[in-house]
């Protein structure tokens, strides 16, 4: 059984940073790409970052790019965003995605979902 599993989330004031994690398990990850996104109150879910599993390369948002860093530890099968010059509207519930292709991954469909972390950042 898949798990993606979020952590890392909290409460930070505006120009701080924090890192997510999202642990990966139940199946090889090798050939997939891994994603984070996000969902604000009242707000659809948006793509945030993605990065291929075999290769490394990375996606992301305008609204993140420069700010926030996308990265994978193969040992460990667990991706990290790390997100740096946080502003009040990065505040949302961020939630770790895996599929086997990037294409839709990158519009927001994807296999497998984690549950999400609960990010705000204070102005």
């Known amino acids: 059984q898949v798990q993606l599993v979020e952590s890392g989330g909290g409460l930070v004031q505006a120009g701080g940073s924090l890192r997510l994690s999202c642990a990966a398990s139940?199946?090889?990850?090798?050939?997939?790409?891994m994603g984070w996104f996000r969902q604000a109150p009242g707000k659809e879910r948006e793509f945030v970052a993605a990065?291929?599993?075999?290769?490394?390369?990375?996606y992301y948002s305008d609204s993140v790019k420069g700010r926030f860093t996308i990265s994978k530890d193969n040992a460990k099968n667990t991706v990290y965003l790390q997100m740096n010059s946080l502003k009040p509207e990065d505040t949302a519930v961020y939630y770790c995605?895996?599929?086997?292709?990037?294409?839709?991954?990158?519009?927001?469909?994807?296999?497998?979902w984690g549950q999400g972390t609960q990010v705000t950042v204070s102005s």
């Open positions: 139940g199946r090889t990850f090798s050939s997939y790409a």
């Open positions: 995605a895996a599929n086997q292709w990037l294409g839709p991954l990158l519009r927001g469909i994807s296999a497998y």
């Open positions: 990065i291929t599993w075999s290769s490394g390369n990375t």
